[in-house]
């Protein structure tokens, strides 16, 4: 993954929680930060890195394009999905960002040891889900090529109870805005959700940002 990736940035310190309560959450600038998610109460684990230069140039590319970008895929990480991908993306300079998406998609499906993957790879230009929210799947992989990152809440910060579909009768999902915390372009980050085997009612709490951005997921199984 280093080859792709280029090198890493150091992580940034979040404000520390109140001492009842725990971190669940893991940054740094080594791949180990991403294997934490396996840990018990752990729900967000982050690797910082910078897009290298040639990837960084690729993204250009695709967010220079007039047309939209919405390429998914269900399947095995293998050739088919690279050249299904190349396709979709169709300039020759967009070999670096095929590169990564395919690499990342290898190593999250090894990761899990799962046969079976989707992936999505968008330009969207407003949020997908601005409303703080929890992911009913087992655990999700995002990163964000350009533009703002997914943002998210410490527990310290969120009301639980506010989570779900917006009503009177409900409390602020954010407690404190100040503590919102928001990834960078280029991190990797695995995102629990209430569907991991013991985290129900627990997944990371998380929305997408606004603005103009290339956003890759990808879901093991």
Excluded at 81 to 107: G, I, S
Excluded at 118 to 139: E, I, K, Q, W
Aim: charged share 20%; proline share 8%; net charge negative.
């Amino acid at each position: 993954m280093t080859t792709a990736t280029g090198a890493f940035m150091p992580a940034i310190d979040l404000p520390s929680p109140p001492l009842a309560a725990m971190p669940h959450w893991a940054i740094g600038d080594t791949i180990d930060r991403l294997l934490c998610i396996f840990d018990d109460g752990m729900t967000l684990s982050v690797m910082r890195r910078p897009l290298s230069d040639e990837i960084a140039a690729s993204v250009d590319g695709v967010m220079g394009q007039p047309r939209s970008l919405e390429w998914s895929w269900r399947g095995a990480p293998n050739d088919a999905m690279r050249a299904d991908l190349a396709r979709e993306l169709k300039a020759p300079q967009e070999d670096a960002l095929v590169d990564d998406v395919c690499l990342l998609a290898e190593a999250i499906a090894y990761l899990f040891e799962a046969p079976l993957i989707g992936v999505r790879l968008r330009r969207l230009n407003s949020a997908m889900c601005p409303r703080f929210h929890v992911d009913n799947l087992g655990v999700r992989f995002i990163t964000t090529y350009a533009g703002p990152g997914t943002e998210w809440l410490p527990e310290h910060a969120a009301n639980r109870r506010g989570l779900g579909a917006a009503s009177p009768d409900k409390p602020d999902i954010v407690r404190d805005a100040s503590q919102i915390q928001r990834l960078a372009a280029g991190d990797l980050a695995l995102m629990k959700g209430s569907g991991w085997i013991g985290n129900a009612g627990g997944g990371l709490i998380h929305r997408s940002p606004p603005g103009q951005r290339l956003m890759l997921a990808i879901d093991p199984g």
